[in-house]
């Protein structure tokens, strides 16, 4: 199991059923002997936008203003505004990172985008990124409830199939920065749920959290497949490879042909 595990929470209410996943989680590593760390966004006051007022010194060109370029040359030089630096450092020490929260218009609450936008902010990089980016050792996860059931995030529900939903969030975003990403832990309409379900519910993250680092992550394409000098598309050698799979490589691959199923939600799909 992971040694260190950094819990990134998004919820207001210490009676939520969000806080009650995270409590389950810090209980179930803490007694694999893991050193857990919970950074509660709501609690810290966590200032969710990307401005210049997260680098000290000022910027190379106010004029015309670059967040990711400042930002990654303010980290170099150790100019990152001090809440940055210290989430940065429970980031370093991490070997697991679960982000628990509530899910809000098909993707994360304000407060955790922001945390990522600023903290990840300078992993946000060209020459290091997908499987060589600079979080390649360590790995991550999704927990989130949703206000709905199942259904309505099925292939044939109106929200549209879970898998394409996250895959911005688990390729844009934690597969760029080069994390190991783990399939999601998702807690279906919990709020509407009996007493009995939402604690079963919670006893099922407990079991799989016992478990959880001899899973293998979900599957991303990895950056040797794709050619630099030809504006980072499939190699040729590679396509061919494909060419006659039913279904594409990944939700976002596809190369024109169906969906391999449930490639977000399970691992090594």
Request: with cysteine; hydrophobic share 40%; proline share 5%.
């Amino acid at each position: 199991m992971a040694k260190k595990v950094l819990i990134v929470y998004a919820h207001e209410s210490p009676a939520s059923f969000n806080a009650a996943a995270k409590d389950a989680a810090v209980a179930a590593l803490t007694a694999q002997g893991c050193t857990v760390e919970v950074s509660d966004l709501y609690a810290m006051k966590f200032k969710a936008a990307a401005t210049t007022e997260d680098i000290t010194g000022g910027v190379e060109d106010a004029e015309n203003f670059c967040y990711a370029k400042e930002i990654k040359l303010a980290s170099e030089e150790g100019r990152l505004a001090d809440d940055i630096k210290k989430e940065q450092e429970k980031l370093k020490e991490a070997d697991l990172v679960i982000f628990q929260f509530p899910m809000y218009w098909s993707s994360v609450p304000a407060i955790m985008k922001g945390w990522m936008d600023r903290v990840l902010g300078s992993a946000y990089a060209q020459e290091k990124r997908y499987s060589e980016g600079i979080f390649k050792d360590k790995k991550a996860m999704l927990s989130f409830t949703t206000d709905c059931p199942e259904s309505v995030y099925s292939d044939t529900g109106i929200s549209g199939d879970i898998n394409v939903t996250l895959w911005p969030l688990q390729n844009g975003i934690l597969n760029y920065c080069g994390f190991q990403v783990f399939a999601p832990q998702i807690f279906w309409d919990p709020a509407t749920a009996s007493p009995e379900s939402r604690s079963s519910m919670l006893e099922g993250w407990r079991t799989r959290l016992q478990n959880l680092c001899g899973e293998a992550p979900v599957y991303f394409a990895p950056l040797d497949y794709f050619d630099k000098e030809k504006g980072f598309l499939l190699k040729p050698e590679v396509k061919e490879k494909y060419a006659s799979k039913e279904c594409g490589l990944t939700v976002g691959i596809h190369m024109g042909k169906p969906l391999p199923a449930n490639s977000q939600t399970k691992a090594g799909v």
